[in-house]
């Protein structure tokens, strides 16, 4: 991450930590929404390299053949023929437990009590509970930073949020941000917890960062489309405890055995399955992101809502707050991704931007910060968009969704917006649109 990255960023969420608070309660629960779609049984994380997902494709003899796609991923998501597969991307949900902070004040003088340990719920449970259960997925994209791992050296609230991913019975796959890391417990114990569940998609493996896996979407007996899930790493602040691994790393992008690896993935992929799409979700985004986000923006970095700019194209949505720039300056992980046929990014950490465009033929996609902790955007009543709270602001919050088609296309792009945040605001009626 570039030292002018980080500055901006440390003023934009020291201002939001200062300007945040009000009260509220805790109310644990869970519950489960009806998901049809089903893992490969034998796509547990122990068994991973054994996995059998099998189909059979009719020969050109007329013979059945068995293809075992999990030869080529590490997790196979079968869906029902009958109707498209929902992706959800939640990303940033960055939970905060302030008892557990690790300096007095670094949370400002108001916030210990708006962050509560006992605030979890309305700051981000309630959130992902609307979205998840509106959304009906067959699988849940997590683009990092889970928890701010600097408020969890006890890994309670980590612990906490598998158990609520748990309850909903339905394929997650989640990747470390910049923040995990900071616990203390470590991203060892922290990739563990992960594996150990049931529903959770994760591999750590040994490749820099912690978490590089990948996952298969099957439907009708094709492997449609194929996500690399990936760890951009960037721990600034990384616990010793992570880094006792040797593979977490500090400096954000990839590591060349990284690279190496999902290229060689991508490539018996295509190999095998010409027509399977694919795509990688990470953290944070490509430098590219910032080039490419520069048509509507202007240069200025925003803030622009694409959904009611002049300039739209079809298909591109959602708001752009401010872009940063990222890594890979020299372009040189974007040059493979394009040759190599990769059609859709799909990363988090700007948590004021939620924009979606095709650029030069590849989805960009911010996914939309699915939760109210740390610095995000808020609307008012009226539609306006701040990035700090007063008592008439709501967070804006929901979750980035899409659908693929019988052939892995992206179908119906869009942002679920939480019903008491941006889905209650009439953006047509303050835009003008009849
Ligand atoms: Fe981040």
């Known amino acids: 991450m570039k030292l002018s990255k980080i500055i901006l960023a440390a003023l934009f969420s020291l201002l939001a930590l200062f300007l945040m608070s009000c009260n509220d309660t805790q109310t644990e629960e869970t519950q489960t929404t009806e998901a049809e779609t089903t893992i490969s049984e034998e796509t547990s994380k122990e068994t991973t390299d054994e996995t059998t997902e099998e189909t059979t494709e009719e020969t050109t003899e007329g013979e059945m053949e068995t293809i075992n796609f999990s030869e080529y991923v590490d997790f196979v998501v079968s869906v029902p023929e009958d109707r498209e597969a929902v992706i959800l991307q939640l990303t940033d949900t960055q939970i905060i437990d302030s008892s557990q902070a690790r300096t007095p004040d670094r949370l400002g003088g108001l916030l210990p009590d708006h962050w509560g340990a006992d605030k979890k719920n309305e700051r981000c449970y309630d959130f992902l509970r609307d979205i998840i259960t509106n959304t009906s997925p067959d699988l849940i994209l997590i683009t990092g930073d889970i928890i701010y791992g600097e408020f969890d050296d006890s890994g309670n609230s980590l612990l906490e949020f598998v158990e609520f991913m748990e309850s909903f019975g339905i394929p997650w796959a989640p990747v470390f941000g910049n923040h995990d890391n900071e616990s203390k417990m470590g991203a060892d114990w922290q990739s563990a917890q992960f594996e150990n569940a049931e529903n959770c998609l994760f591999l750590q493996r040994t490749l820099t960062g912690n978490g590089n896996y990948s996952v298969g979407i099957e439907q009708g007996g094709k492997l449609t489309r194929v996500f690399f899930m990936l760890d951009s790493n960037g721990i600034a602040s990384a616990s010793d405890e992570s880094l006792a691994n040797g593979h977490t790393q500090r400096e954000a992008g990839f590591g060349r055995d990284q690279i190496k690896w999902f290229i060689s993935g991508i490539k018996d992929i295509k190999k095998n399955f010409s027509d399977t799409k694919i795509s990688l979700a990470f ?57 190599f046929g990769v059609d859709s990014i799909f990363v988090g950490h700007e948590h004021a931007n939620s924009a979606s465009i095709v650029y030069e033929g590849i989805r960009l996609q911010y996914g939309m910060k699915s939760s109210g902790y740390d610095s995000i955007n808020y609307v008012s009543p009226e539609g306006n968009i701040e990035h700090t709270v007063y008592s008439t602001t709501i967070p804006w919050v929901g979750g980035s969704v899409f659908n693929l088609d019988s052939e892995g296309n992206i179908v119906n792009p869009h942002i679920y917006y939480c019903e008491n945040g941006g889905a209650s605001i009439d953006w047509d009626a303050i835009y003008g649109v009849n």
């Open 283 to 339: 953290h944070i985004p490509l430098s590219v992101f910032n080039e490419a986000f520069e048509q509507y923006t202007e240069g200025s970095h925003g803030p622009v809502f694409i959904d009611y700019d002049e300039n739209k194209k079809d298909g591109d949505f959602g708001y752009i707050g401010f872009t940063y720039p990222g890594f890979d300056t020299d372009k040189s992980v974007w040059k493979d991704i394009k040759r």
